[in-house]
């Protein structure tokens, strides 16, 4: 019975379905919320679900040491990849309001809060469950090239239910997000960090009155769109557009260097061994 539950599907498929469920849940109270305190409810879950997290790991997978989300680097990692989010955002929407995509005016009607609440509840749950629980899992089982692909293409096929999606969206998303994240992940070898990128990503973009992956937000200010949506993402917003796809290869693919220059890219001939966790990259 332990060998069946310590197979990585079964654990991952088992996790998953535990944070997601216990993070619909979570999210309809703060969503019912008002104000501060529901970044407060947001932050709570979020807690929860990484205790969840930890517990899957341990007791499920069989992983001793949880280092992936090991307390003593949280704070400079969460800062570090939020600081990669903001670049990430700023450098997209510079390049569309240059190009003559967008246009921003000062909303009168915004609420932060929501959208803070929001962000922080996404990045959590949704990387707990795919760089924490699917990627890991399939690294054992095909190593990290393949389970980096797997996972990616996993992570747009899910946002083909938000508002608006589209094909096109979902494999921008696949390209943007799904390799970014997972290069993220695989260079720091912490969940912190990726947490943190996810989290400004959403934070920042909302902010900005732009669509988050088709959901509108009330931002501080109203986004007009002008031209091809190829190029503004159109409803859906800026993850539908082809810039964020080509800045996001150029953060991924030195992130991706990095992590194979310092070991921490597990192949399938590896995958057998005792040694599945290469040492965390401070």
Do not use: C
Request: glycine fraction near 10%; charge should be positive.
């Amino acid at each position: 019975m332990r060998k069946i539950i310590q197979f990585p599907l079964v654990w991952m498929f088992a996790g998953a379905f535990i944070l997601v469920v216990f993070g619909s849940i979570f999210s309809r109270i703060f969503i019912g919320s008002d104000g501060f305190i529901s970044i407060v409810l947001a932050l709570a879950g979020g807690v929860l679900s990484i205790a969840i997290y930890w517990l899957i790991m341990r007791f499920l997978a069989g992983q001793r040491n949880v280092e992936e989300i090991h307390r003593k680097r949280a704070g400079t990692e969460t800062i570090f990849g939020a600081f990669v989010g903001l670049i990430f955002i700023g450098v997209s929407v510079g390049v569309i309001v240059l190009l003559g995509g967008y246009t921003f005016t000062w909303s009168t009607e915004h609420s932060i809060t929501p959208i803070f609440a929001l962000a922080i509840s996404a990045a959590i749950v949704e990387e707990l469950v795919f760089r924490g629980l699917f990627l890991q899992a399939m690294e054992r089982l095909i190593g990290s090239w393949i389970a980096l692909a797997v996972t990616s293409l996993f992570f747009g096929l899910a946002h083909l239910a938000n508002p608006g999606a589209t094909i096109w969206s979902s494999i921008a998303i696949f390209i943007e997000a799904g390799v970014l994240l997972g290069a993220g992940f695989l260079w720091r070898r912490n969940l912190w960090f990726v947490m943190g990128l996810h989290f400004a990503w959403n934070a920042f973009e909302g902010m900005l009155g732009i669509p988050v992956s088709g959901m509108a937000l009330d931002g501080l200010f109203e986004v007009q769109m002008t031209g091809s949506t190829l190029l503004t993402g159109g409803s859906f917003g800026l993850e539908a557009s082809i810039v964020p796809m080509i800045v996001s290869l150029l953060i991924a693919i030195p992130m991706l260097i990095n992590a194979y220059r310092n070991g921490n890219i597990i192949s399938k001939k590896r995958k057998s061994s005792n040694s599945l966790h290469p040492p965390p990259i401070i």
